[in-house]
């Protein structure tokens, strides 16, 4: 499950490294599912269009999980106009901070 209701911080850059998040992602052959901790709501699935390795390599580089528009379940997820990504619900999941590749969740 990741992030919370705050919607100021949220864990720090490479906190994701630390835990055994990427030694599982490296195992895993197919897509991974992440969901709102707070309502369990499916918010990501990646990789979709790359590869699990170019998914971590962008992620380590950005900080934190980093998703493409076609990871994102936009059911569930919303960007707002000041680039915030928030659940539906309110759960802060970070922002939009686009490269030259497009939008990067």
């Known amino acids: 499950r990741i992030c919370n209701f705050n919607r100021h911080y949220a864990e720090h850059s490479g906190y994701f490294e630390k835990t055994s998040f990427v030694k599982d992602a490296s195992a895993t052959s197919g897509e991974i599912n992440f969901y709102d901790s707070n309502t369990g709501k499916l918010l990501f699935t990646a990789p979709k269009e790359r590869t ?41 999941l970070g922002h939009n901070l686009p490269d030259g590749k497009g939008s990067r969740h």
């Open 52 to 92: 699990m390795e170019e998914f971590l390599v962008e992620s380590r580089a950005h900080g934190w999980p980093s998703f493409r528009d076609e990871e994102v379940n936009w059911e569930f997820v919303r960007c707002l106009p000041n680039g915030e990504v928030v659940s539906v619900d309110g759960t802060h």
